[in-house]
T-cell receptor, first 112, second 114 residues
Framework: AQKVTQAQTEISVVEKEDVTLDCVYE???????LFWYKQPPSGELVFLIR??????QNEISGRYSWNFQKSTSSFNFTITASQVVDSAVYFC?????????FGTGTRLTIIP | DTAVSQTPKYLVTQMGNDKSIKCEQN?????MYWYKQDSKKFLKIMFS???????INETVPNRFSPKSPDKAHLNLHINSLELGDSAVYFC?????????????FGEGSWLTVV
């Protein structure tokens, strides 16, 4: 069974600081997929990134970057130069057994 | 132009009532899902359908009955609503069979049972 752990329940940083959200996954599959979703205060779930288990290259998209390390079963998410609009709950998720299993989420608050 | 749309967005109803939430996707996807988010923000799958066939039924009470009239629609009917059913219900869809393609979510339906 898939398991995703987001140990950070809540994080607050001052605007323009960098912040990293941690994600640790457990799986017995050799092929698996990892995701990050953002849930802003308005409530919708916004897809951010999908990464398959064969691709350990880090990815950067604007101020967002993701660090995938199979050796530590981690898929961490960094926001550089944070902005108030980044305030949201962020979910890490793993796909296996035909379903997406979510972590418990990290609530990120950016203080202006 | 909403890709995955759910109606209604907000629903307040009394215990014991029966209610439905409708979901439609215009992405041409083959697989659709229902997820439930509880008051602690925990997200858990309830059902998934691939080309109208049930794939996953995640030990959901049989008061919950999904119906997929075609692969673009997956509706959720709930009988005899209970207080504990209060939650946000998300419909979602993905391309092809459920093998790890990106899952796109609707905006959620906030159900409050009083």
């Amino acid at each position: 069974a898939q398991k995703v752990t987001q140990a950070q329940t809540e994080i607050s940083v001052v605007e323009k600081e960098d912040v990293t959200l941690d994600c640790v996954y457990e799986t017995r599959d050799t092929t698996y997929y990892l995701f990050w979703y953002k849930q802003p205060p308005s409530g919708e779930l916004v897809f951010l990134i999908r990464r398959n288990s064969f691709d350990e290259q880090n990815e950067i998209s604007g101020r967002y970057s993701w660090n995938f390390q199979k050796s530590t079963s981690s898929f961490n998410f960094t926001i550089t130069a944070s902005q108030v609009v980044d305030s949201a709950v962020y979910f890490c998720a793993s796909f296996g057994n035909e379903k997406l299993t979510f972590g418990t989420g990290t609530r990120l608050t950016i203080i202006p | 132009d909403t890709a995955v749309s759910q109606t209604p967005k907000y629903l307040v109803t009394q215990m014991g009532n029966d209610k439905s939430i409708k979901c439609e996707q215009n992405l041409g996807h083959d697989t659709m899902y229902w997820y439930k988010q509880d008051s602690k923000k925990f997200l858990k799958i309830m059902f998934s359908y691939n080309n109208k066939e049930l794939i996953i039924n995640e030990t959901v009470p049989n008061r919950f009955s999904p119906k997929s009239p075609d692969k673009a629609h997956l509706n959720l009917h709930i009988n005899s609503l209970e207080l504990g059913d209060s939650a946000v219900y998300f419909c979602a869809s993905s391309h092809g069979p459920p093998k790890g393609n990106t899952i796109y979510f609707g905006e959620g339906s906030w159900l409050t049972v009083v």
